[in-house]
C-alpha cells in the first residue's frame, strides 16, 4: 500500500484510523486506494461523490483525473452531475427511455440534446476550483 498511499497523500495515521473516524471524503479516497492496489488499467465509479460536500466533491475529482493523467488508466464514470461529464469525459454515452446517444461530450451534450433525451433544459453546476 506504499506506493498508493504516497500518491494519494495518505499518512500512516491516516492508515491506521477507524473507518467509523473517516470523513465521507476520505472514505472514499480509501476505497480508491484499495482500487488501486491491483493497478487496473479500468475503474468504475458509480456517482463516487455522492452525499460529499462540494469542495470534497471537486477534490476528489481531482484526485482521479489525476490518477487517470498519471497511471493511463480508463475510467467509466456514472453521473447526474453534467459539469463534472462535460469537464473531465472524452466520450459519453447517454441513456434514456430507450434512446442512446454517444460521442464527445461537446458534440453530445448540448442543451437541444440534452432536452430532447429526457425531457428538461439541462443544468449545469458551478464547482469551486482551486488554484
Request: proline share 6%.
Given at each position: ?11 500512516p495515521e491516516f492508515l491506521s484510523a477507524g473507518i467509523g473516524t473517516l470523513s465521507g471524503g476520505q ?12 493497478r487496473p488499467n479500468v475503474l468504475l465509479f458509480d456517482e463516487p461523490t455522492a452525499s460529499l460536500d ?78
Amino acid at each position: 500500500m506504499g506506493d498508493v498511499s504516497s500518491e494519494l497523500n495518505l499518512s500512516p495515521e491516516f492508515l491506521s484510523a477507524g473507518i467509523g473516524t473517516l470523513s465521507g471524503g476520505q472514505f472514499q479516497k480509501v476505497l480508491i486506494a484499495f482500487a488501486l492496489l491491483g493497478r487496473p488499467n479500468v475503474l468504475l465509479f458509480d456517482e463516487p461523490t455522492a452525499s460529499l460536500d462540494e469542495l470534497t466533491e471537486e477534490r476528489i475529482y481531482e484526485l482521479v483525473h489525476q490518477l487517470q493523467s498519471q497511471r493511463g488508466i480508463t475510467l467509466i464514470l456514472v453521473s447526474h452531475d453534467l459539469s463534472v461529464v462535460y469537464r473531465y469525459a472524452s466520450r459519453v454515452l447517454c441513456l434514456s427511455k430507450g434512446e442512446v446517444c454517444m460521442g464527445p461530450p461537446k458534440e453530445i451534450m448540448t442543451p437541444e440534446m440534452l432536452e430532447q433525451l429526457y425531457g428538461a433544459p439541462p443544468k449545469y453546476y458551478r464547482h469551486i476550483q482551486e488554484h
